[in-house]
Structure formats: C-alpha cells, structure tokens
C-alpha cells in the first residue's frame, strides 16, 4: 500500500518553533512528530510514501532522506497552500492508480490496528469521541453502521466523533473525481478546499465508508496538545520502567524520562515527562512535563511545561542568600 502524508503547513499555531522547523519536524518524546508517524507505517510494511512538503519542504526532504534511505519516497510540493483537499489533488497522479490508498496527516501521531484498518474492505476513516466536535470535522453514522455525514467544523455538531487524520480510501480514482469536483465547483469550507468536502461528494456518489474507534489520538498542532502528547508517549512502559539514574550519578530522574545521545546532565532534578533531545548540557536546573531540543545548554534552570528549541542557551539566576527571621522574599514580580 502506498501512504500520503501532507506536510506542508507552516504551524502558526507552534510558534516560534516552527519559523525555523516544519510542524512536523517538532521533537515528542523520543523523536519528531514524522518520526513517529514513519516508524507505525513501516511497522506494518509499508515501503511507499508520498509526502506533500510546502514550508521548509526542504527540511521535511532532507530528514526523510536521511532518516530512512531505505523506504521508496515521493514529494510533492503543494502551492499555494488551500487546504488538504486542495494538497491531495496537488499530489493526485501519485496515487489515483492504486488499488487503496492510506492518508495520514503530519502533524497527528494516531495509535490504531493499521493491519486491521488496510485489510478492511471499506474505505475506513479515523475517529475519536471529543468533548468539543465543532472544532474538527464530525462523522455521522447510520443503523447499518456505514457513514452518512461529514461535516467539517459543524456550528452544531450532531456527533462526538470527530476525524482524528487517518483514511484508508480504495477505488482512489474516485478520490480524485471527488477532489476535482470540489475544486472546479470552488466548494469551499471556512475557505479551504477540505477533504472532507471530498469524502462526503464520494459518499453521496454510493461509496460505503466505516469509521474506526482509534486507542490513542495525539494532535501536537499547539503547545499545550504538544506538551499532552509528549507526556502521553512517555508513559510507555520502555521509558516507564527505565531506570536512567545509573546513567547520570548526582542527578534526580524521575520517570518517565526520554534523554538523547551525548547528553551532559550535573547536579539537577529531571522529571517526569521530560524529553531531552541529542547533545544538550544541564546543570543546576530542574525539569518538569517539558520538550528540550538537541544542541541546547541550560543552566540554573527551573522549567515546568515548557518548549525549548534545538540550539538554544538560558542561563538562569543563582543565589547564595543568608536569610534572617521574619522575612519575605518575592523573586516572582
């Protein structure tokens, strides 16, 4: 089977991250978001990729390359960017000639049976219940347990299952009759050409789509949903149960913990939910539910829920203080 994974938003969202890295390239847990995507795919076998790159597509081609030389890669550049809609369409004569096609998008890491969903007859679709649909695009499910509806960002949602970025699509051809209808019609959403509008055109035409309960759904499209995922990713039982203090006498580690390779780490407090990327130096600091790029330094450090970029420095402040009764000292105003 053959992937299709759009990668070509800038990530308002992740700033100032992302002025300097794609969205996808962001580090979680023990890897980027991409990374993580490629090692599920390539954990079931599959070999064939197509990624459509925009912003610092170059940087998204380069990791690829790099990073797995042995898969069979494909990039497609989609500008202007309209949507993902409008980057399927970009990207259609990489795949409209398949038996079935999967999509996943680059900026959500999603936990599911992939063998189970590419065996599926059905044209399969991705879902998670959510407390807030409007904000995603909802399915609507009928008696016989085949789609009806698709509504991308519904001001009132008639459902809780929202499409969590993974579609496993056969016939793919009528995919791209789809895509091409929604475009020559200028069929919009919010001003994007949708997917979803696509799906639903393809719906109406008698093509049968189930949905697929997914166990774990990891959007890292903002800081927050970045930082819950990282968290989320480091309570697997290897990072877990893994005992690093050995690996850094006069250090506290509090699992879950995730520290790259070539790391120098003196006399701090690391954990839990701290994922530390390669060649990075701490001293002094202490960590907690936080993502440190590689090649950063930091010293007399105390951070909780933060995001720290490869290559970056902060030098905090170090007290000797002799503090006699009755006293009040305030750093925070």
């Avoid at 992939?114 to 044209?123: D, F, G, K, M, V």
């Avoid at 719906?203 to 499209?221: A, S």
């Avoid at 690391?270 to 202490?286: E, K, L, W, Y």
């Avoid at 790029?293 to 450090?301: C, I, P, R, T, V």
Wanted: with cysteine; net charge negative; aromatic share 6%.
């Amino acid at each position: 089977m053959k992937v299709v994974i759009p990668v070509a938003g800038v990530g308002s969202k992740l700033r100032p991250h992302t002025h300097t890295q794609p969205k996808s390239l962001v580090p979680v847990a023990d890897n980027t978001i991409l990374g993580h995507i490629v090692e599920k795919l390539l954990q079931v076998g599959i070999q064939d990729y197509v990624f459509i790159i925009g912003y610092l597509g170059d940087k998204v081609e380069n990791y690829v390359r790099q990073k797995y030389p042995g898969i069979r890669a494909e990039f497609v550049v989609q500008e202007p960017r309209e949507g993902l809609g409008h980057a399927l369409w970009i990207a259609r004569e990489t795949y409209r000639h398949e038996d079935s096609v999967l999509i996943m998008l680059g900026d959500t890491i999603v936990e599911a049976d992939l063998e189970a969903i590419i065996a599926s007859p059905n044209s399969v679709l991705g879902v998670k219940k959510v407390a807030k649909p409007s904000l995603f695009g909802v399915t609507e499910v009928g008696n016989d347990e085949y789609i009806i509806k698709l509504v991308e960002k519904p001001i009132i949602p008639k459902s809780n299952f929202a499409l969590v970025g993974l579609y496993k699509i056969m016939k793919p051809e009528k995919l791209v009759c789809s895509l091409e209808h929604i475009i020559t019609e200028g069929i919009r959403t919010h001003n994007e050409y949708h997917l979803t509008d696509a799906l639903m055109h393809m719906i109406r035409q008698g093509e049968k789509m189930v949905t697929w309960n997914v166990d774990n759904w990891f959007d890292c499209g903002r800081k927050e949903t970045l930082l819950e995922a990282n968290a989320k990713l480091l309570s697997r039982p290897r990072f877990r149960e893994h005992d690093l203090s050995s690996q850094y006498p006069g250090n506290i580690i509090i699992p879950p913990v995730s520290i790259g390779a070539n790391c120098n780490i003196s006399h701090s407090i690391i954990g839990p939910n701290v994922a530390i990327g390669d060649n990075t130096t701490i001293s002094r600091s202490s960590l907690s539910n936080s993502i440190i790029g590689a090649y950063s330094e930091l010293q007399n450090a105390v951070m909780h829920d933060s995001i720290i970029g490869s290559d970056a420095s902060f030098r905090g402040l170090s007290h000797s203080l002799n503090i006699g009764d009755s006293t009040e000292i305030n750093f925070a105003q």
